[in-house]
T-cell receptor
Framework: GAVVSQHPSWVICKSGTSVKIECRSL??????MFWYRQFPKQSLMLMAT?????????EQGVEKDKFLINHASLTLSTLTVTSAHPEDSSFYIC????????????FGSGTRLTVV | RKEVEQDPGPFNVPEGATVAFNCTYS??????FFWYRQDCRKEPKLLMS???SGNEDGRFTAQLNRASQYISLLIRDSKLSDSATYLC???????????FGGGTRLMVKP
């Protein structure tokens, strides 16, 4: 089935630094990828929709200048958390849909970000 | 009102029990429906899609009632390995993005 590779799996960084998370579709092309954030004991919340070759669409309340998304190819989307702060600590997950194989969406394995 | 609502649980059941989860969604124009399973500190994984005619996959049965905007998941003969959080997920059609319920936690005990 469709595979979405996400890395790093976890990262610890200092406040004020930037962290880049990569998400790759390994065996299919993804014109659209989705970035979610999940805080402990909460469900996934959509942050933004990443569109290949165009600007990402951000959900209300998500700062586009803080969470930079780049989707330069059909198989790669990146999320950069700029000037990270402790409140940005969360589980970030990307998702994409392989249009060849039904309606299910495949998720990356997630990135656990801890900002100290 | 949340767009997708679930009872958070936890549901504590013994092995072999039958357990049912319910979910309601607010947008009547929603197009696709899914149940995902999420283990602790892991990504969600698709359990099954949900169709109006109802569908079954082994011990799992999913039902959709569009008129009531209600989705259910039934797990028969619960196994210890079924312990997880079950997420009700709806594609509301706009941009194909998914909207997640808060999840229902299931704990199956020996």
């Amino acid at each position: 089935g469709a595979v979405v590779s996400q890395h790093p799996s976890w990262v610890i960084c200092k406040s004020g630094t930037s962290v880049k998370i990569e998400c790759r579709s390994l065996d299919f092309q993804a014109t659209t990828m989705f970035w979610y954030r999940q805080f402990p004991k909460q469900s996934l919340m959509l942050m933004a929709t990443s569109n290949e070759g165009s600007k990402a669409t951000y959900e209300q309340g998500v700062e586009k200048d803080k969470f930079l998304i780049n989707h330069a190819s059909l198989t790669l989307s990146t999320l950069t958390v700029t000037s990270a702060h402790p409140e940005d600590s969360s589980f970030y997950i990307c998702s994409a849909r392989d249009g060849r194989s039904g309606e299910g969406y495949t998720f990356g394995s997630g990135t656990r970000l801890t900002v100290v | 009102r949340k767009e997708v609502e679930q009872d958070p649980g936890p549901f504590n059941v013994p092995e072999g029990a039958t357990v049912a989860f319910n979910c309601t969604y607010s947008n009547s124009a929603s197009q696709s429906f899914f149940w995902y399973r999420q283990d602790c500190r892991k990504e969600p994984k698709l359990l099954m899609s949900v169709y109006s005619s109802g569908n079954e996959d082994g011990r799992f049965t999913a039902q959709l009632n569009r008129a009531s905007q209600y989705i259910s998941l039934l797990i028969r003969d619960s196994k210890l390995s079924d312990s997880a959080t079950y997420l009700c997920v709806v594609n509301m059609g706009a941009g194909n993005m998914l909207t997640f319920g808060g999840g229902t936690r299931l704990m199956v005990k020996p």
